[in-house]
């Protein structure tokens, strides 16, 4: 009879929902709101004693990191997707910690120092691309030069160029350069179209020359 009972509830709050009009649901969000604001720490509490006593927990843990691991480049994504859509409430919330708490955060540089700089050493080394594209896209904002120069952006021009420098042809490994074809003191800007991957050596004998003249000069341009 229970489960009779219950699949029945279950039908009349369907059709419920189905039924409610919009002025009735934005009511509804809003009495939620007002409710979760109200009794926010009460439900973080009552969610992480949900969490800590689930029995599936760690089955669920291991499925999420095998999900991850099999999905990486989708995971990344909606992890990004995540940061866009959420990045102001992010850094309110860092701001609302850091005032909690001033002195902590004035002194935690200090205190962990030798820490931080290991693991921002070992995530440099871990992450080469992503690390040159953070430059780039720092130098660029100095400059005032528009766009931005993603890991990704590096990734694809590493493809299309077969891992080759574009000019010399050697192979650039783990030693490249991100080069804007028209450089910023020429007015060149941060599109796609605008950069190339070249040897060190090729980069800085180009430096901020005119693309064409460059490429005469190396023999490849009448």
């Known amino acids: 009879m229970a489960r009779v009972d219950k699949a029945a509830r279950s039908d009349y709050n369907k059709s419920y929902r189905q039924n409610m009009t919009e002025e009735r649901r934005e009511q509804n969000r809003a009495r939620g709101r007002a409710w979760y604001a109200a009794n926010k720490d009460r439900e973080k509490a009552r ?44 850094k309110e919330k860092a701001a609302l910690r850091r005032a909690k708490n001033p002195q902590y955060w004035a002194n935690r540089y ?12 070992a995530w440099a080394k871990a992450h080469p691309d992503v690390r040159r594209a953070i430059k780039v896209t720092r130098r660029l904002r100095e400059k005032g030069a528009s766009g931005k120069v993603t890991a990704s952006t590096v990734k694809n021009l590493m493809t299309l160029q077969k891992g080759k ?5 050697i192979s650039l490994d783990k030693k490249y350069h991100i080069d804007h074809i028209v450089p910023l003191a020429r007015s060149g800007d941060n599109s796609h179209t605008n950069l190339q991957l070249l040897c060190p ?5 180009k430096n901020a020359k005119d693309p064409i003249k460059f490429m005469q000069q190396k023999g490849y341009l009448l």
């Not at 420098?165 to 042809?169: D, L």
């Open 110 to 121: 200090v205190n962990n120092r030798a820490a931080i700089l290991a693991a921002t050493t």
């Open 201 to 205: 050596s090729c980069n800085c004998s």
């Open 165 to 169: 420098c574009i000019v010399c042809r």
């Open 47 to 90: 969610k992480a004693r949900e969490y800590a006593s689930n029995p599936q927990r760690e089955k669920r843990t291991a499925w999420q990191a095998a999900w991850r691991a099999a999905n990486l480049e989708k995971s990344r994504e909606l992890a990004r997707k995540y940061d866009r859509e959420h990045r102001q409430l992010r």
